[in-house]
């Protein structure tokens, strides 16, 4: 098993501070452990315990989500909304990470 990157993407933001968009990079690192890179205008880098963890304190309900990077070869499950990335992972480790696609308004 190696590391895997991912983008924090965030389609609404709730505290009007990080914009909205890729906000964030970061690696998980085999032990689980997650060092995260914020962008914008104060740029800063953080060692999380766990992906949960940031998704608990930044994930604003689902307003942000993971987007893998490392995408392996495998194909996705016919029938499901996961993310090539997104199906490593839970192979990999048995969680599924939180994705909410976007609120759309109506007219």
């Keep these: 098993m190696k ?5 924090l993407v965030r389609y609404t933001d709730i505290s009007g501070v990080s914009g909205t968009g890729v906000v964030a990079e970061g690696c998980v690192f085999t032990d689980g452990s997650v060092a ?4 914008g205008a104060n740029p800063s880098t953080a060692v999380w315990p766990d992906l949960d963890s940031i998704l608990a304190v930044h994930g604003h309900c689902g307003a942000t989500v993971v987007r893998w990077l490392d995408v392996s070869e495998m194909e ?3 029938g499901t909304d996961l993310l090539p990335g997104e199906l490593t992972h839970i ?7 939180h994705h909410h696609p976007p609120a759309v308004a109506s007219a």
């Design 91 to 97: 192979l990999a480790t048995g969680r599924r990470t």
């Design 36 to 39: 995260l890179r914020w962008h």
């Design 3 to 7: 590391p895997q990157t991912f983008e």
């Design 76 to 78: 996705p499950v016919p």
